[in-house]
């Protein structure tokens, strides 16, 4: 084979993010946005990654930038990965990786999670036989370079796609919900630093740690009740645990104004609820919505305050390698 193609979905956190990472559940969807990514062997042992916001060259311990600013952090990971997989078939030759993205970067709708699986599975796809699994699982272990303490959940959506509820005692299940969620994204346009943030919560919790038992107990049953609303298709009720979820949010400091400022828009123009999604400082933000009528006001009235927005739906593809 000479080129190796894949995609993988982007994703939103619906219920439980920061607490996820201390035990308590999480409720994730991939989306029907994606990242596309084709490998093709090279020359010399090099690596050359092109992506849409930074491009290099990586020899060995050499960096050589071609393009963009902190391209070497951005692209460090994918490097290790395709790298994982050429020292596991033995293969000296180098790589040749372009990667196109229709998700906005740093905001929360895990681009560098589905960055990861669709270049492993594309490497993977040029120089052997892929196999998901193992793909999402060197997708982990790279992610573990950008975010150290990551449960995996993004990978793992991106992966196998659809509505999954994630703890650590359970690991991951499929949820099947039973009507169609009508969703809209709202982008403050503010890139967010992810370390920074779960850091900040980390202080929070070390700091106040009655305080956040009880937030995370409340992030708890909030999911339990999210998972009952889906698998009933009560889209009220739903709404409702959002708002409920963004609330425990801004407790914890992570929201930000303009992502208060969207969720107001959003709310007013008929939303059932709004949150961030992610880890929050800015980013993206939720808004689930009745109907296709109501999700089109909810995108223009956010668009009309002079923000990106669009309307998604959950993807239940996961990877696609061609």
Do not use: W
């Not at 939103?12 to 996820?20: K, N, P, Q, R, S």
Request: net charge neutral.
């Amino acid at each position: 084979m000479t080129k190796g193609k894949a995609s993988a979905p982007a994703k939103i956190i619906l219920f439980g993010e920061h607490f996820v990472v201390y035990g308590s559940p999480a409720i994730l969807a991939s989306i029907n946005r994606r990242i596309n990514v084709e490998a093709k062997k090279g020359k010399d042992g090099k690596v050359t990654i092109r992506s849409d916001i930074a491009a290099g060259e990586f020899d060995g311990s050499t960096f050589k930038l071609i393009e963009g600013s902190n391209a070497r952090a951005a692209l460090e990971p994918i490097y290790f990965a395709a790298k994982q997989i050429l020292a596991a078939k033995k293969q000296q030759a180098g790589l040749e990786i372009d990667i196109n993205s229709d998700i906005p970067y740093s905001v929360g709708l895990g681009s560098s999670a589905a960055s990861l699986v669709a270049t492993i599975a594309a490497v993977e796809a040029l120089v052997g036989k892929p196999d998901r699994k193992k793909i999402c699982e060197s997708a982990i272990e790279a992610e573990r370079i950008i975010h150290k303490n990551s449960s995996g959940a993004d990978c793992y959506v991106s992966t196998f796609g659809g509505l999954i509820h994630y703890s650590k005692g359970e690991g991951f299940k499929k949820i099947e919900n039973k009507s169609t969620l009508f969703m809209v994204i709202g982008d403050t346009g503010i890139k967010h630093n992810t370390g920074e943030l779960v850091s900040s919560v980390r202080k929070l919790k070390e700091t106040n740690q009655m305080g956040f038992a009880g937030l995370m107990a409340q992030s708890k049953d909030i999911c339990n009740q999210a998972l009952a609303a889906l698998n009933s298709g009560n889209a009220d009720q739903l709404g409702m645990l959002m708002n409920e979820n963004q609330l425990l949010l801004v407790r914890l400091g992570v929201s930000h104004e303009k992502a208060d400022e969207l969720i107001g828009i959003a709310r007013e123009s008929g939303a059932l609820g709004a949150k961030i999604t992610g880890a929050g400082g800015g980013g993206a933000i939720i808004a689930l919505a009745a109907n296709k009528q109501d999700s089109e006001k909810i995108a223009a009235e956010i668009k009309e305050a002079g923000y990106s927005a669009f309307e998604i739906e959950i993807d239940s593809r996961g990877l696609v390698i061609s």
